[in-house]
């Protein structure tokens, strides 16, 4: 990464984070694009070109790319093994830090109803980036993205325990419990 794609991202989390702080502690729709910008010493637009939607503020993430490399990089197997490896890798990285800021954005997702309207959207984009990363051929496609968005949904039902336990329990053991639930006990 050269320096100003460092700055743009040092930029990009700093707004981020003030962002969250801001509607985790005044309120989402209380908090407005400007409030934020002055929060984090930037102007509107600057705010607008990292992140096009009130929205994106909460719901914008690099996990997209890390997890379709952990798919492509998982061993073979069936299509729910290989993705649903990706998945809790994926979980099982990152500082503790990083676990806090997911479980407040994952607070915000839960709780205002128009995240969890562009919370599916999200879940759209990292189904294509999985299917991608699979190289399926065409007439596989469609298994590979029904199998994709299962295995997305069992997560996400994973992150909603999670964030019941405030954190506390193991991310990546949940997804591979509510994963075992879903396509071993379930068949």
Not at 23 to 49: E, I, L, N, Q, W
Not at 58 to 79: F, I, N, Q
Not at 123 to 135: K, P, R
Not at 137 to 160: N, Q, S
């Amino acid at each position: 990464m050269n320096l100003r794609d460092r700055q743009r991202a040092e930029t990009r989390l700093a707004v981020q984070t003030h962002a969250i702080r801001l509607f985790t502690d005044v309120g989402y729709d209380a908090t407005t694009v400007a409030d934020v910008a002055a929060a984090a010493g930037v102007s509107a637009m600057t705010v607008y070109r990292h992140f096009p939607t009130k929205e994106d503020l909460v719901l914008y993430d690099e996990y997209d790319p890390v997890t379709a490399s952990a798919v492509a990089a998982a061993p073979p197997g069936p299509l729910p093994a290989r993705i649903g490896h990706a998945l809790s890798e994926t979980a099982a990285h990152g500082s503790s830090s990083e676990k806090a800021f997911l479980l407040a954005r994952l607070r915000l997702m839960i709780s205002v109803p128009a995240l969890r309207a562009r919370h599916l959207d999200s879940q759209y984009a990292t189904a294509d980036a999985i299917v991608a990363a699979l190289g399926c051929p065409p007439e596989e496609e469609f298994r590979a993205r029904a199998t994709a968005m299962a295995c997305l949904g069992a997560a996400h039902v994973a992150l909603l325990r999670w964030a019941e336990t405030n954190g506390e329990a193991d991310l990546a053991g949940l997804i591979r419990e509510t994963l075992t639930s879903v396509f071993e006990r379930g068949s």
